[in-house]
């Protein structure tokens, strides 16, 4: 309803909510756990557990006190960021190293008021803390609409003396009524002014919000709203909109003529058009930004459109995949508003294009830039060239459920780069050393996991090309050319790529299984060569202590779905680099159970 929305949820009167966590919780490596009345937990230096009183803690992987493995127990006391008491543990064998604990879901069963009951006593939520009435003006704003629209079928007439008042009135006597005193009559007569407006954006951020309590309801996952959420952009309003019955009354209504003309006349530069980015480009385009003569909304990315994209980046279509997504991006929003002047690039804004197109003038002709972009180092590049050229910057991310939003003004704020999110847990910072040889948390396999990805499927095969290009293409070039040097960098590694080059989509299966030999067998089995479950370090303390575990071994079982898996996906991935053609029923189950039977195993040998 203009200026402000609202939303209100009723999941009846016993609603079961099998997860109310936020995020998922950290797995917490252990350090010791005492035998008391009231044991404690410690931690490791580095792993803050985040827990409270009544939270549900589930253990493995615990050495010595087997008790508690596989066991969901309460928090009886946080002693310290590091430690946690957890009860009698008199009765369990003594710990003697390690293991893993992890917040388990607190399952909770809420109650909710019906509409009629919650219209007279709302249990209103605070999202101002700056105006912490915004909620109850707000509720009367819509009661007194409802009660408007009732008697006349239609809201207020934008900006009409006449219509206000009487809507004014219908406020007062609602907040007497329900005893809802200290309502802002200056705010209640923007709300009627500007009730038959439209403002996308405050629409469509209620849109996701709604959109995720509907999922909340089906799955039971997540705490719902309880129960009236309000939302106001009451700064917004000008009394100077007036209805001309064209595509832009809507947001005329809400921010008034000179604030429309002002829009329309914007210079916008907008980096990234992924997720947020498609949801900045139609938001701008609703509401006439960049749609006057003098506008224009420039955009940038140097990604094409994946499959994988069309989840959540809609204005993309299954037909678009491969395409730029920039252009895409700008072809579909003009679809949506016609008028709007938007230029596609298909660059990086970085030191490479500094020089053009993106140079310092460029920047000094925008009136805004846009940040949209799914990385931190890119954020802070594009902050910086605000910075150095005096620009307003909006930035803004997402993970998961959560995101954020900066407004970054010349003068005024701090730039994007002033801060950095601090590091938490150890496990947020992962070394090297970790990654490769001593992995304890499911982090440190997913980050194993996406290096051990990115450098085989994408820095190799890249390498492999520039060294052709920069030496060949052809063997007989590459011949004289180290005729006359007497080094040449990559050759070890070309040597490797093309002595392990398949034939046919049956050596495609050989190479992934030795892959699949080297990762999950042989690598545990070196490590436990060089390091036994039993090795002692001087001092007598054992060298497979936390937060490093031992690791173990895997032996291929071409009936075990999760090794199959693998073993198709790396086919898939070996035979697209390779060139070699891959078909729906080269992977199929069958085909690689039978291929994979007489598939060569090296032998593990110690080095």
């Not at 005492?34 to 937990?41: D, H, L, P, W």
């Not at 009661?143 to 239609?154: D, I």
Request: hydrophobic share 40%.
């Amino acid at each position: 309803m203009g200026i402000f929305v609202g939303a209100f949820c009723d999941f009846g009167d016993e609603f079961l909510v099998h997860d109310p966590r936020a995020e998922e919780g950290r797995e917490l490596l252990i350090g010791h756990i005492s035998q008391a009345v009231k044991g404690e937990v410690t931690c490791l230096e580095g792993y803050l557990h985040h827990l409270e009183e009544g939270d549900l803690v589930e253990f493995k992987d615990i050495r010595g006190m087997t008790e508690l493995n596989g066991r969901i127990v309460p928090v009886e006391k946080v002693v310290s960021p590091l430690v946690f008491a957890i009860g009698d543990t008199t009765r369990f064998s003594e710990h003697e190293q390690g293991g893993l604990a992890k917040q388990a879901p607190k399952p909770k069963t809420m109650s909710f008021e019906s509409l009629e009951k919650a219209l007279r006593k709302p249990n209103l939520l605070t999202c101002d803390l700056a105006r912490m009435n915004a909620a109850t003006e707000c509720h009367v704003a819509w009661l007194a609409l409802l009660q408007f629209s009732a008697k006349y079928s239609r809201l207020p007439r934008p900006n009409d003396p006449a219509d206000i008042a009487e809507a004014l009135t219908l406020a007062s006597d609602i907040s007497k009524e329900f005893d809802m005193t200290d309502v802002d009559a200056a705010f209640l007569e923007r709300a009627f002014a500007a009730s038959s407006g439209q403002f996308n954006p405050l629409i469509a951020a209620m849109g996701g919000i709604l959109a995720q309590e509907a999922m909340k309801a089906l799955t039971g996952k997540w705490t719902p709203l309880q129960q009236w959420l309000y939302i106001d952009a009451r700064d917004i309003h000008a009394s100077d909109g007036t209805v001309k019955n064209d595509r832009y009354d809507g947001i005329r209504i809400c921010v008034g003529e000179q604030t429309l003309e002002q829009l329309k006349s914007l210079n916008l530069f907008m980096v990234g058009c992924g997720a947020i980015g498609c949801e900045m480009l139609k938001n701008l385009a609703l509401i006439g930004a960049a749609c006057g003569p003098r506008g224009l909304l420039q955009i940038t990315d140097d990604d094409n459109i994946e499959k994988s994209n069309l989840n959540r980046q809609f204005l993309f279509r299954p037909e678009h995949i491969t395409k730029s997504k920039s252009e895409v991006g700008a072809d579909r929003i003009r679809h949506i508003n016609p008028d709007i002047n938007i230029k596609p690039y298909m660059m990086r804004v970085s030191p490479a294009t500094q020089k053009a197109p993106f140079t310092d003038e460029f920047f000094r002709k925008q009136d805004i830039v846009i940040n949209a972009l799914d990385n931190v180092e890119a954020r802070k590049y594009v902050d910086q060239r605000c910075v150095t050229t005096c620009k307003p910057l909006l930035d803004s991310g997402t993970l998961s459920t959560k995101g954020h939003v900066q407004v970054v003004v010349p003068y005024l704020t701090e730039s994007y780069g002033s801060q950095r999110d601090p590091v938490e847990n150890a496990s947020d910072s992962i070394p090297f050393c970790t990654l490769k040889q001593f992995p304890a948390l499911m982090e440190h396999c997913i980050e194993w996991a996406r290096e051990k990805f990115q450098s085989s499927f994408s820095q190799k095969p890249d390498s492999f090309n520039n060294f052709w290009q920069l030496n060949g293409p052809s063997a007989g070039q590459l011949l004289q050319t180290l005729q006359g040097r007497n080094h040449m960098d990559g050759i070890p590694l070309v040597h490797k790529l093309i002595s392990a080059w398949p034939k046919n989509f049956t050596e495609v299966v050989f190479l992934a299984r030795s892959k699949f030999e080297k990762y999950f067998n042989h690598k545990a089995q070196q490590l436990l060569t060089m390091f036994p479950e039993d090795h002692m370090l001087e001092g007598g303390v054992k060298f497979w202590t936390s937060p490093k575990r031992a690791p173990t071994a895997l032996i291929f079982d071409r009936d075990n779905k999760l090794h199959l898996a693998f073993l198709r996906a790396a086919c898939h991935l070996y035979g697209n680099i390779y060139g070699i053609p891959v078909t729906k029923a080269d992977l199929a189950e069958e085909n690689l159970r039978n291929l994979v039977l007489t598939a060569p195993v090296a032998p593990f040998m110690s080095k």
